[in-house]
């Protein structure tokens, strides 16, 4: 199993277990407030929590939280921005593959971050985190600031990031076309607690 | 040249400017009269209590009531550079940073000073000890308060910038280095304005009183250059050690950006 997690709950976290297998998504649904953005953050042990996550059999507790966060990554759903310019947000270029799937034009690397468009910051967020090669990626709502074509191509990158690399994902959409797309199963977050439906 | 002796009548004069502004800001409609008039009964007290205490310490000069009063010193700054932040640290956390800081600075640079530069004799002679642990305590206590406000403001405010850097697997020491380095600079300002003002714009109060008091000019440049070294040092590793540590509480053991440990803004 790639991402196990049991019997997590926290605060405004209900309290949900469910595992991920390598190159799955997990499509996750909810109404808004219940806790979705919530959970994510604390399976990327940005806030404190109680449960048992493992990524490959090892404790999140065991491991650094900067070694755990590498590989698991989280996309919020606002990215924040800490430097000037987009190059200085990114360890090294992206390939040049991964910008052009995500139709971002080649001058935006040393332009300043004030000037990008929420769709450009969130699809530069994305990036981001994909230059960590992650092995599970945490996504909140990764394409609600995209129009169709660019919502598809992000989800086309995504999808064929988590095949070739035997990566799973956690993804908060709103948009049900998008995630029936994604697999047979999803979890619906409610105020008592997650449930998981479709295929066991 | 003596020291002229001031009269009560004296006192009541300058006063008297006061009670003027105060009048005219309630001509004006400003509404301060209540806060000045408050403020100006505050003072005239605490500096009476202030004068008693120093004429009885001084005459008692022994170390154990040197150290209570010190202490009691201390204590007070410590509660002020909690009182000055928006959002301090909540708890015993908040005014234990202040002090640590304070302790490791302003008393360690008052006894070295005590000890080594001016070595009176004992060193802890309260004419030299007390005004001095005062004057580098004043001045440490805002530039920690500053650096600390500046500290949890900016990390309130910037939130997402911090925790787009821990996820992307940033350590706390990478993700807070530019709201480290910017509290300190902040807890530095005045002393920074006070090194350009010094003779210049501003002739600093404690060579003022010693030239009122007779001593040559020459000499009470001496010992206020001394104490401007001592309260700049004494007021940027206080900066240091409280952002060092306030930034620390920022964050616990998960290295989670824990702002729940500041108090909601006031």
Same mark, same amino acid.
Request: a negative charge; glycine letters at 8%; one cysteine or more.
């Given at each position: 199993?790639?991402?196990?997690?049991?019997?997590?709950?926290?605060?405004?976290?209900?309290?949900?277990?469910?595992?991920?297998?390598? /190159?799955e998504?997990?499509?996750?649904?909810?109404?808004?407030?219940?806790? *979705?953005?919530?959970?994510l953050?604390?399976?990327?042990?940005l806030?404190?929590?109680?449960?048992?996550?493992?990524?490959?059999?090892?404790?999140?507790?065991?491991?650094?939280?900067?070694?755990?966060?590498?590989?698991v990554?989280?996309?919020?759903?606002?990215?924040?921005?800490?430097?000037?310019?987009?190059?200085?947000h990114?360890?090294?270029?992206?390939?040049?593959?991964?910008?052009?799937? &995500?139709?971002?034009?080649?001058?935006?690397?040393?332009?300043?971050?004030?000037?990008?468009?929420?769709?450009?910051?969130?699809?530069?967020?994305?990036?981001?985190? &994909?230059?960590?090669e992650?092995?599970?990626?945490?996504?909140?709502?990764?394409?609600?600031?995209?129009?169709?074509?660019?919502?598809?191509?992000?989800?086309?990158?995504?999808?064929?990031?988590?095949?070739?690399?035997?990566?799973?994902?956690?993804?908060?959409?709103?948009?049900?076309?998008?995630?029936?797309?994604?697999?047979?199963?999803?979890?619906?977050?409610?105020?008592?607690?997650?449930?998981?439906?479709?295929?066991? | 040249?003596?020291?002229?002796?001031?009269?009560?009548?004296?006192?009541?004069?300058?006063? /008297?400017?006061?009670?003027?502004?105060?009048?005219?800001?309630?001509?004006?409609?400003?509404?301060?009269?209540?806060?000045?008039?408050l403020?100006?009964?505050?003072?005239?007290?605490?500096?009476?209590?202030?004068?008693?205490?120093?004429?009885?310490?001084?005459?008692?000069?022994?170390?154990?009531?040197?150290?209570l009063?010190?202490?009691?010193?201390?204590?007070?700054?410590?509660?002020?550079?909690?009182?000055?932040?928006?959002?301090?640290?909540?708890?015993?956390?908040?005014?234990?940073? /202040?002090?640590?800081?304070?302790?490791?600075t302003?008393?360690?640079?008052?006894?070295?000073?005590?000890?080594?530069?001016i070595?009176?004799?004992?060193?802890?002679?309260?004419?030299?000890? #007390?005004?001095?642990?005062?004057?580098? &305590?004043?001045?440490?206590?805002?530039?920690?308060?500053?650096?600390?406000?500046?500290?949890?403001?900016?990390?309130?405010?910037?939130?997402?910038?911090?925790?787009a850097?821990?996820?992307?697997?940033?350590?706390?020491?990478?993700?807070?280095?530019?709201?480290?380095?910017?509290?300190?600079?902040?807890?530095?300002?005045?002393?920074?304005?006070?090194?350009?003002?010094?003779?210049?714009?501003?002739?600093?109060?404690?060579m003022?009183?010693?030239?009122?008091?007779?001593?040559?000019?020459?000499?009470?440049? *001496?010992?206020?250059?001394? #104490?401007?070294?001592?309260?700049?040092?004494?007021?940027?590793?206080?900066?240091?050690?409280?952002?060092?540590?306030?930034?620390?509480?920022?964050?616990?053991?998960?290295?989670?950006?824990?702002?729940?440990?500041?108090?909601?803004?006031?």
């Amino acid at each position: 199993m790639l991402f196990e997690v049991k019997d997590l709950c926290g605060p405004n976290v209900p309290p949900v277990s469910f595992a991920l297998d390598a /190159g799955e998504v997990l499509p996750v649904r909810g109404d808004s407030g219940v806790g *979705k953005s919530q959970m994510l953050r604390t399976l990327a042990d940005l806030s404190p929590h109680e449960g048992e996550i493992s990524l490959e059999g090892v404790q999140q507790q065991s491991m650094s939280a900067t070694d755990w966060r590498r590989q698991v990554a989280l996309v919020p759903a606002e990215s924040g921005w800490w430097a000037d310019t987009v190059a200085e947000h990114f360890p090294s270029r992206p390939l040049e593959a991964w910008w052009e799937r &995500l139709r971002l034009r080649a001058a935006l690397w040393d332009s300043p971050v004030e000037r990008l468009s929420s769709g450009e910051r969130q699809r530069l967020a994305v990036l981001r985190a &994909l230059a960590l090669e992650p092995r599970v990626l945490l996504l909140d709502e990764p394409t609600a600031n995209l129009d169709r074509d660019n919502a598809e191509a992000m989800a086309g990158l995504l999808l064929d990031y988590l095949r070739d690399h035997g990566a799973g994902a956690v993804w908060i959409s709103h948009d049900p076309r998008e995630v029936d797309a994604h697999g047979d199963r999803w979890l619906e977050i409610t105020s008592e607690g997650g449930v998981l439906h479709g295929a066991v | 040249m003596e020291l002229y002796s001031l009269t009560p009548f004296d006192l009541a004069l300058a006063a /008297g400017l006061v009670l003027a502004l105060g009048l005219v800001q309630v001509l004006l409609g400003l509404g301060l009269f209540r806060t000045l008039a408050l403020n100006s009964v505050r003072m005239v007290l605490q500096l009476i209590l202030v004068g008693v205490i120093l004429e009885a310490v001084f005459d008692a000069a022994t170390l154990p009531w040197i150290a209570l009063i010190a202490l009691v010193m201390m204590a007070l700054a410590g509660y002020e550079v909690v009182a000055r932040q928006k959002r301090a640290i909540r708890g015993w956390h908040g005014y234990g940073i /202040g002090l640590a800081a304070m302790s490791a600075t302003a008393l360690i640079v008052t006894v070295l000073a005590l000890t080594f530069v001016i070595e009176t004799d004992p060193w802890y002679t309260p004419q030299y000890a #007390i005004p001095l642990l005062g004057m580098i &305590l004043g001045n440490t206590m805002t530039g920690i308060g500053l650096a600390l406000n500046n500290l949890t403001q900016t990390a309130w405010q910037s939130r997402r910038e911090i925790e787009a850097r821990l996820v992307l697997g940033h350590s706390v020491r990478e993700a807070t280095a530019e709201l480290r380095s910017d509290s300190m600079r902040a807890g530095l300002i005045p002393t920074l304005n006070m090194l350009a003002a010094a003779g210049v714009i501003s002739l600093p109060g404690m060579m003022t009183g010693q030239i009122l008091a007779g001593t040559p000019p020459i000499e009470a440049v *001496k010992y206020q250059i001394l #104490i401007i070294f001592l309260i700049t040092a004494a007021t940027g590793f206080g900066s240091l050690v409280a952002v060092q540590l306030g930034a620390r509480r920022l964050f616990d053991a998960r290295d989670r950006l824990r702002l729940d440990r500041l108090r909601s803004g006031r």
